[in-house]
């Protein structure tokens, strides 16, 4: 196959995802999630890099792959594909679903192959907003909980980055990732585009401190939903890091932050698998190895946090070993993947056989005490209508028998030519004041 084959399959990857996600469309088509990852597949196997530039999208833009960005491209493809056969059929067959399924798929894939910073953050606005509708699937309490809090650390981190990308915009017109971070290494204000950068990407990607969000989305879904949280939001977000942000010799303090905060987040999290591992009595209530996952997801944005502030003290020391930053995002996302598919279904226990009829003996009491409840009102109600009857019939009566008794009342109420003439001019008066 020619290097045009793989150009044009650069952009189809996004675009063909983004078309099945019109319900008109993937209804009439057969497996429609596994459709639209196929030219994904083609770029993850194929050894050819390639890119291609529209300059008519988004000031500009383009989509490009190569050796490092395949690492990340082929972890994601697996957990796709993975998350997409353990869905339920069910869900499968709901358009609605399948088009937050799909418009997820087109934003990650955007966010993938885009080589310049607008599109990277449309790609991932997309993409955080149609995870954030999967997450209010069926929702419980504890679910819709965890989606609120995922909500507004999403905001807070567009607003951040939106604030980085006006920035960008002010100092250069070209948005390709090296130009751009060239760009704002040079300049007096670069310190706040680095700050808007980590906090924006920090939120998203839940890196301690910032991640009740995380926790609470992973423990509250599926095993889908948290396949879906490695592969898109957090994945996503560390490769975000490593485009956008500038390295620079005097940003030591900042360094040296990003790497307190690692390791904070690699001792937090050993302290809280640690402590689980000893109150053993917590194992069986809500499942330790989905407990563990969770926290070894914090344990490894953690690490990512204290490589990043290594880089930042040594810029240097990181052009010459960033490559291998990208294998590892994606040999840790596929060995989380492992270990959430081959520890159940779903993160909470299911309920036992007691528990289940303990529920059906307090459904037919509600139901009993709810037909109660509305015996009584609709008692209360025909009391309520017949009496308003009774009273507005007797009004009514009244005041026909007085308007009956009234000749030029009686007259004016026969005057056809009266009435219309009244009609007419109401007619008047509305199309004047429609026009």
Request: aromatic fraction near 14%.
């Amino acid at each position: 196959m020619n290097i045009e084959f793989y150009t044009t399959t650069l952009w189809i990857a996004v675009i063909w995802p983004l078309l099945l996600s019109i319900p008109a469309v993937h209804k009439r088509l057969p497996w429609p999630r596994y459709l639209a990852i196929i030219p994904a597949v083609l770029l993850t196997v194929s050894p050819i890099d390639a890119s291609i530039n529209i300059p008519w999208l988004l000031y500009g833009t383009g989509f490009a792959i190569d050796g490092n960005v395949r690492w990340i491209l082929g972890a994601f493809v697996v957990i796709w594909l993975t998350t997409v056969s353990i869905t339920l059929p069910s869900n499968e067959k709901s358009p609605f679903s399948s088009t937050l399924y799909l418009l997820t798929l087109t934003g990650s894939l955007g966010a993938l192959l885009t080589t310049d910073l607008v599109g990277f953050f449309s790609s991932t606005t997309l993409m955080g907003y149609s995870f954030y509708g999967l997450l209010n699937q069926n929702a419980d309490k504890t679910q819709q909980r965890a989606a609120r809090l995922y909500l507004y650390f999403l905001i807070t981190a567009d607003l951040a980055l939106f604030e980085a990308l006006l920035l960008v915009a002010f100092t250069t017109q070209y948005f390709q990732f090296e130009v751009a971070r060239q760009a704002m290494s040079e300049i007096s204000s670069s310190s706040v585009y680095l700050y808007m950068v980590l906090l924006g990407f920090m939120l998203k990607a839940g890196i301690w401190p910032f991640y009740i969000w995380l926790t609470a989305t992973f423990n509250s879904g599926t095993r889908v939903i948290a396949l879906l949280l490695i592969a898109s939001p957090i994945t996503i977000s560390l490769l975000g890091l490593l485009r956008w942000l500038p390295l620079r010799d005097d940003i030591y303090i900042t360094g040296l932050v990003m790497q307190l905060l690692g390791a904070s987040a690699i001792l937090h999290s050993v302290l809280k698998i640690f402590t689980r591992l000893i109150f053993k009595q917590a194992l069986f209530k809500h499942g330790m190895v989905y407990f563990t996952t969770a926290w070894l997801l914090i344990a490894f944005t953690g690490l990512f946090s204290l490589v990043l502030g290594t880089a930042l003290l040594n810029p240097a020391l990181w052009q010459q070993y960033v490559y291998l930053v990208y294998p590892f995002i994606a040999i840790t996302s596929i060995t989380l993947t492992i270990l959430i598919l081959v520890t159940g279904k779903n993160h909470r226990k299911p309920e036992s056989t007691d528990d289940v009829f303990v529920l059906i003996n307090k459904l037919f009491h509600k139901l009993k005490k709810w037909h109660q409840t509305t015996q009584q009102l609709a008692s209360q109600l025909q009391l309520t209508v017949k009496s308003l009857w009774n009273n507005s019939g007797s009004f009514v009566s009244r005041q026909y028998q007085q308007v009956l008794n009234d000749k030029n009342n009686k007259s004016f109420l026969t005057s056809w030519k009266l009435n219309i003439t009244l009609f007419l001019i109401l007619g008047l008066a509305l199309t004047w004041l429609a026009i």
